[in-house]
């Protein structure tokens, strides 16, 4: 099946800092989400982006899917950034199922 | 509603006991997953489901796992005899169908379960 691979695992920023997450598919794709798992467990939803370019206030994603990578931005970061982010795709020819990665835990120290 | 619903929040249980587990989806949605999530893990899929029937089911980890969905709305999840290993956060997800299955997908808040 596919692979979704999300890196760095783990990181630490200062607050104010900028960070790039990096998500990988092992292939084709016709649906990318990216989502932020608050330390209540909540997973909300930051983008629907199965290509180009998207942004929202400090956080902005970009998917090549040609390329098969997704990558998520965080500038100026806040210690409420904490948490888990995950990126899920879902396979153009699967059950539609959403197949996540193993996330990358993010700690903002203030 | 306006998001995906589950209950309970928390359920703790002993081992041995049957648990059921709750999901309204958001209104309109015809395609509704259940997905576990272990102390630290990723999330795991465990059964989709598109309108009343089940044409995924293949991560139920045991027989002992079941699923339904009536009325294309609500969905129920029910361990039977539960073990400590099924101790786990278990997520509900909806989403509208169209025909590539290109839309978004909504997360309800989680049924936290204890077992033991």
């Known amino acids: 099946g596919i692979q979704v691979e999300q890196s760095p695992p783990d990181l630490i920023l200062q607050e104010g800092a900028n960070s790039t997450l990096r998500c990988n598919f092992s292939?084709?794709?016709?649906?990318l989400q990216w989502f932020h798992q608050n330390p209540w467990g909540q997973l909300i939803n930051l983008f629907y982006?199965?290509?180009g370019t998207k942004q929202n206030g400090r956080l902005s994603a970009t998917t090549v899917a040609t390329e098969r990578y997704s990558l998520l931005y965080i500038s100026s970061s806040q210690t409420t950034d904490s948490g888990v982010y995950f990126c899920a795709v879902v396979r153009m020819d699967s059950s539609y199922k959403l197949i996540f990665g193993s996330g990358t835990r993010l700690l903002v120290r203030p | 509603g306006a998001g995906v619903s589950q209950s309970p929040s928390n359920k703790v249980t002993e081992k041995g006991k049957d648990v059921e587990l709750r999901c309204d989806p958001i209104s309109g949605h015809t395609a509704l997953y259940w997905y576990r999530q272990s102390l630290g893990q990723g999330l795991e899929f465990l059964i989709y489901?598109?309108?009343?029937?089940?044409?995924?089911k293949s991560g139920l980890p045991s027989d002992r796992f079941s699923a339904e969905r009536t009325g294309g709305s609500v969905s129920t999840l029910t361990i039977q005899r539960t073990q400590q290993e099924d101790s786990a956060v278990y997520l509900c997800?909806?989403?509208?169908?169209?025909?590539?299955?290109?839309?978004?997908?909504?997360f309800g808040q989680g049924t936290r379960l204890t077992v033991v």
């Open positions: 997800a909806s989403r509208k169908r169209d025909r590539v299955m290109n839309t978004e997908a909504f």
């Open positions: 489901f598109q309108g009343n029937s089940a044409p995924d």
């Open positions: 292939d084709s794709v016709n649906n």
């Open positions: 982006i199965p290509s």
